[in-house]
């Protein structure tokens, strides 16, 4: 295992960007639902095909959304299981 694929699996804080385009149809639709995705693994559900900046997904995916003061996220329902771990 060399060095160069480990930090292929490694997402730091730091080097995450914010998309404010992945969600964009909700802030179109009323500005107080404005957020942005940040991806760690995979790209999640929002219709991103690819993002070079994440560790590549296998079984599941990781990302937060980062929402202004005075903006709502919706309430949403997936058919998949949604949990959040803290390291």
């Known amino acids: ?5 480990i930090e292929t ?3 730091r804080f730091e ?10 149809l909700q ?3 009323d500005p107080k639902y404005k957020r942005a995705q940040m991806r760690y693994v995979g790209t999640g559900g929002t219709g991103e095909e690819s ?14 959304m980062v929402l202004p003061p ?12 949604i949990s959040a771990d803290c390291l």
């Open 51 to 64: 993002d070079g900046n994440t560790v590549p997904a296998e079984n599941f995916t990781f990302s937060t």
């Open 15 to 24: 080097t995450r960007t914010l998309d404010w385009d992945a969600l964009k």
């Open 27 to 29: 802030a179109d639709y």
């Open 70 to 81: 005075s903006c709502l996220g919706l309430v949403h329902d997936c058919q998949c299981k």
């Open 1 to 5: 295992m060399t060095w160069r694929w």
């Open 9 to 11: 699996r490694v997402a």
